[in-house]
Every structure is written in structure tokens, then in C-alpha cells.
């Protein structure tokens, strides 16, 4: 937690050191003049001196360009270094820690081409919960590994549960290709994945799931490709991997197998049973997470 507390204030650090449980920490969400929210253990409560509270009266509250300060401690400074990821909303920091940025656009044209005067930023941390997937990993074997949607609303731990998912079949010895997109679920830094991804596991990084899965089924020879967040853009790599003989296990953001239904990109998606299995989990408090076969969708 390190990269975190080099991130916000030292009252906010220490408090966080002394009092909560970084275990439970998922976001610290800063906001210009505005009292500092945390989500702890899946509920939002504001951060105060004596740790949590409900009373925004008593909550630390962050300076007029605390975001922007924010900002330049994740980019170490050099702004220019992170001029694309922040025009793709997001700063990615060492250990896994996605910073998300909100501000004012910067457009030529059509082009949004930077962003200035930031106003808030949301701080995800990373959490590594080794055998949440086992059961999941145990049955997608038993009935033959195929394509599989995680389904998951967000914060409810979709990104943990598919870093598990890829150790847990990398130490089966699949070869198993993961596209890392944002940098949050292996967390390469000079090479080596800062969080257990497994030892055969290829890590495409910072490069969009289109690139990473022509590159990898060209070059790479997975059993396995595994992302974050598909979108309607990313469903031809899907059907390309399958007809490669590749399975894909991939998250989407939806509460629940009904509204995954009502989503139009991904309509098609299921009456044609591209993804043998889906894997529904549940947000907190009762977090849970449920199996299906396509059948059953």
C-alpha cells in the first residue's frame, strides 16, 4: 500500500495505516473542496480523524487542487508521460492501482486530445484473493473449458476474481494469454507482473483487446485468453479466438444475467451461444458467485 499513501495526504495516510483494514479498502475518491470518500468492505462512508464516518461534517475534505495534486503524484510528475491513458480516463500506478480522472476535455474537432483542470479522481486498489475462483476454475474443467462471460456489476470484484481465475488455470499448465489493458489485473513493472497471474501466463499491457488478440493467436499459442470488460468492439477477437480452437474468458459489466439480456450489443452475443458459460457474481453485502451454461441463460 505504499503507492497508495505516496498518493494522498499524510493525514489521510495515517489514518488509513492506524485504522482500516487495507484488505478492505477498494477506493479512496477525492474531490476539489469536497469531503473524502472511501469505499470500505463494498459501502461508502467518508474518511475522518478517527477513521470511518457518516457525517461528510466530520470528514477530512481535500484542498481546491487536490485533484490535480493527485494527478501529478501518480504521473511522478511528468504529465506527458500518461497523456493517454488520462484521454482514456485513467491513470495506471505500480502495484495495480488504477487512478480514475475526471476533468475538463481539451478537443480539437472531434479529437479529444487532453485534459486539464482536474476536478476529482478515484483511487481503485487492487486486492488479490487467492482461491476465490476454484470452485468456478473446477467446474469450467469438468465440463470442458469453452468461452466464458464473467458477469459483474462494478466494484463487486469481477477484476480480483479473474486474476485468480488466470493463476489458478496458468498453474494447471494452460498457456493462457492475458490482455491487461488498464495495467490492474498482473501489474507489470520492468517486465515482471507485480501481482500472481501465474508462471504460464503472456502479458499483453496498455494495448487494446483488438491488438492484444490478433498479436497473441498469431505469435503466442494460448489454450487460453483472458480480459477485462468486453465490449460489442471486442466480440469479432472472441469469435476469431474461437474458430482458433482458443477459449476466451472475458467480464462484462451487467448486475445480473437479465439485464446482460437487455444489453443490445450483447443480444446477439447470447441468442447465438458464442460464450458456453456464464459466471454471475453478486455485489456486496452477499456477495456469491453462480454458474450457468448457455442454456440456462
Known amino acids: 500500500?505504499?503507492?497508495?499513501?505516496?498518493?494522498?495526504?499524510?493525514?489521510?495516510?495515517?489514518?488509513?495505516?492506524?485504522?482500516?483494514?487495507?484488505?478492505?479498502?477498494?477506493?479512496?475518491?477525492?474531490?476539489?473542496?469536497?469531503?473524502?470518500?472511501?469505499?470500505?468492505?463494498?459501502?461508502?462512508?467518508?474518511?475522518?480523524?478517527?477513521?470511518?464516518?457518516?457525517?461528510a461534517s466530520s470528514a477530512f475534505t481535500a484542498g481546491p487542487r487536490e485533484a490535480e495534486e493527485t494527478v501529478m503524484r501518480a504521473c511522478e510528475h511528468s504529465l506527458y508521460t500518461v497523456t493517454d491513458t488520462i484521454k482514456r480516463g485513467y491513470i495506471a500506478v505500480k502495484g495495480g492501482i488504477r487512478v480514475g480522472v475526471c476533468g475538463v476535455g481539451v478537443m480539437t474537432g472531434?479529437?479529444?486530445v487532453a485534459v486539464k483542470d482536474f476536478t476529482s479522481v478515484n483511487i481503485r486498489l487492487p486486492h488479490e484473493v487467492k482461491g476465490c475462483a476454484d470452485a468456478a476454475v473446477a467446474k469450467l474443467l469438468s465440463r470442458g473449458l469453452g468461452n466464458t462471460l464473467v458477469?459483474?456489476?462494478?466494484?463487486?470484484?469481477?477484476?480480483?476474481?479473474?486474476?485468480?481465475?488466470?493463476?489458478?488455470?496458468?498453474?494447471?499448465?494452460?498457456?493462457?494469454?492475458?490482455?491487461?489493458?488498464k495495467h490492474e489485473i498482473a501489474s507489470v513493472s520492468n517486465g515482471i507482473p507485480m501481482l500472481d497471474v501465474g508462471p504460464c501466463t503472456d502479458v499483453i499491457s496498455g494495448t487494446d483487446k483488438q491488438k492484444a488478440f490478433e498479436i497473441g493467436i498469431a505469435n503466442m499459442r494460448p489454450d487460453v485468453i483472458i480480459a477485462d470488460e468486453l465490449f460489442s468492439a471486442d466480440i469479432p477477437g472472441v469469435r476469431r479466438a474461437a474458430t482458433c480452437g482458443i477459449a476466451v474468458i472475458a467480464t462484462v459489466h451487467a448486475k445480473n444475467r437479465s439485464e446482460l439480456?437487455?444489453?443490445?450489443?450483447?443480444?446477439?452475443?447470447?441468442?447465438?451461444?458464442?460464450?458456453?458459460?456464464?459466471?454471475?457474481?453478486?455485489d456486496a453485502p452477499y456477495r456469491s458467485v453462480s454458474f450457468y451454461e448457455s442454456a440456462d441463460l
Open 1 to 55: 500500500m505504499e503507492e497508495l499513501y505516496r498518493l494522498i495526504s499524510d493525514n489521510c495516510a495515517s489514518v488509513i495505516r492506524s485504522r482500516l483494514s487495507t484488505d478492505k479498502l477498494c477506493e479512496v475518491r477525492i474531490y476539489n473542496g469536497a469531503p473524502i470518500r472511501v469505499c470500505y468492505d463494498g459501502t461508502y462512508y467518508f474518511l475522518c480523524k478517527t477513521g470511518l464516518t457518516k457525517d
Open 110 to 112: 472531434a479529437a479529444l
Open 151 to 181: 458477469i459483474s456489476p462494478p466494484g463487486a470484484g469481477k477484476t480480483t476474481f479473474i486474476r485468480d481465475l488466470c493463476r489458478n488455470l496458468s498453474q494447471r499448465n494452460h498457456n493462457v494469454l492475458l490482455c491487461d489493458e
Open 261 to 282: 439480456r437487455s444489453k443490445p450489443d450483447f443480444k446477439e452475443v447470447t441468442e447465438q451461444g458464442l460464450f458456453k458459460n456464464y459466471i454471475e457474481i453478486s
